[in-house]
């Protein structure tokens, strides 16, 4: 059973700074404890350790890729109930397809999403 403190922790998954200083401070004036990761590894192991209450994953990530992320972190009894909404670049149904298969709960393509309806996304799945 989660606490309330663990419910309201979000791991942002993205290499590319402008976005995630954007995602940042959008999430930042929720209320939200927020960590951030850069690579696929690292986030892995964040994930472990903080066990967020909910992960905004990228799929083109340096050192392990989105879809890699994915299939290691749903393997994992302890990790596997943590929803992953992905905000990706890569927007043909094929990865939409894939990424759900692997777990992502929702799919958001960057160039088509306004960050107050992922923002809205985000705190229904944090406060549900």
């Not at 401070?25 to 350790?49: C, H, V, W």
């Not at 083109?60 to 009894?77: C, H, Q, R, T, V």
């Not at 109930?81 to 393509?109: C, H």
Request: proline content about 2%.
């Amino acid at each position: 059973m989660k606490t309330g403190a663990e419910k309201k922790i979000l791991l942002i998954i993205e290499d590319d700074e402008i976005l995630l200083r954007a995602l940042y401070l959008t999430f930042q004036k929720k209320n939200y404890t927020i960590a951030t990761a850069t690579d696929g590894e690292s986030a892995l192991k964040m994930t472990e350790r903080m066990k967020p209450g909910l992960i905004l994953l990228d799929l083109i990530i340096p050192k392990m890729d989105g879809f890699e992320y994915l299939k290691n972190m749903k393997s994992n009894a302890k990790l596997a109930r943590i929803p992953v909404i992905v905000l990706s670049n890569l927007g043909t149904q094929e990865d939409i397809d894939r990424a759900k298969e692997l777990g992502a709960m929702d799919y958001f393509v960057k160039s088509d999403t306004n960050l107050s309806d992922l923002a809205k996304k985000v705190e229904k799945v944090l406060a549900g």
